[in-house]
């Protein structure tokens, strides 16, 4: 089945405790993004990656880190988590260009 | 940028009703997606609509391009449409989503 997966689904942190979410998709897809979705704030885009070793800065970058070392994952790293950073968070893929992007189904972020 | 309207904010419907969703977009676009986000928090892709119409079962989609707008019918409402409706529009130099503020829908049994 074509999919975009995270782990974990639902994460309970204390502040500065290194942290990473996983993010796998099984479609060879060239694009990934990273989204965090606040109330009130809607979603916005962390990082994308166009292709492998290709990444860039999306609209809330700051205290996220992200690699792309294979096509199919696309970790999120809080080296330094803070309680601002509690969210819900979204991996998506695409081919790339204009095309439909799949999202995962979301990874609950509690920082304490 | 991009900026996405989405109208109206709140619909609340008894079962069985129907319903018309609409997203304002202020420039052409390449790509359009609707999504429904459960009341779990998935993002359940519903149509990739950049021009034209679409349907699959008891929900349509129509993107006129040109006047920069996107309609989503949905048909004999059930409770499980409840959630939030999203439509999202890519920004072209990073494919970026653009996303409207969403519709939060509410049927009632």
């Known amino acids: 089945e074509a999919q975009v997966t995270q782990n974990p689904r639902y994460l309970i942190t204390v502040t500065g405790k290194k942290l990473t979410v996983t993010c796998s998709q099984n479609?060879?897809?060239?694009?990934m993004s990273w989204y965090r979705q606040d109330p009130g704030l809607g979603l916005r885009q962390i990082y994308y990656?166009?292709?492998?070793?290709?990444?860039d800065k999306g609209d809330v970058p700051e205290g996220y880190k992200v690699s792309r070392k294979e096509k199919r994952n696309f970790p999120l790293i809080l080296e330094s988590p803070s309680p601002n950073q509690t969210s819900l968070y979204f991996c998506?893929?695409?081919?790339?260009?204009?095309?439909?992007?799949?999202f995962g189904p979301g990874t609950r972020l509690t920082v304490l | 940028g991009i900026q996405v309207e989405q109208s109206p904010p709140d619909l609340i419907l008894q079962e069985g009703a129907n319903s018309t969703l609409r997203c304002n977009f202020s420039?052409?676009?390449?790509?359009l997606q609707w999504f429904h986000q459960n009341p779990w928090g998935q993002l359940i892709n519903l149509f990739y609509?950049?021009?034209?119409?679409k349907q699959n079962g008891r929900l349509s989609a129509t993107t006129v391009a040109t006047e920069r707008y996107s309609l989503l019918y949905i048909s004999s409402s059930q409770t499980t449409d409840s959630g939030v409706y999203f439509c999202?529009?890519?920004?072209?130099?990073?494919?970026?989503?653009?996303w409207g503020a969403g519709t939060k829908l509410i049927i009632k049994p």
């Open positions: 999202a529009v890519v920004q072209d130099s990073n494919y970026q989503l653009i």
């Open positions: 479609m060879n897809h060239e694009y």
């Open positions: 609509i950049p021009s034209g119409t």
């Open positions: 990656s166009m292709n492998v070793e290709v990444t």
């Open positions: 998506a893929s695409s081919p790339g260009g204009s095309n439909t992007q799949y």
């Open positions: 420039d052409s676009v390449n790509n």
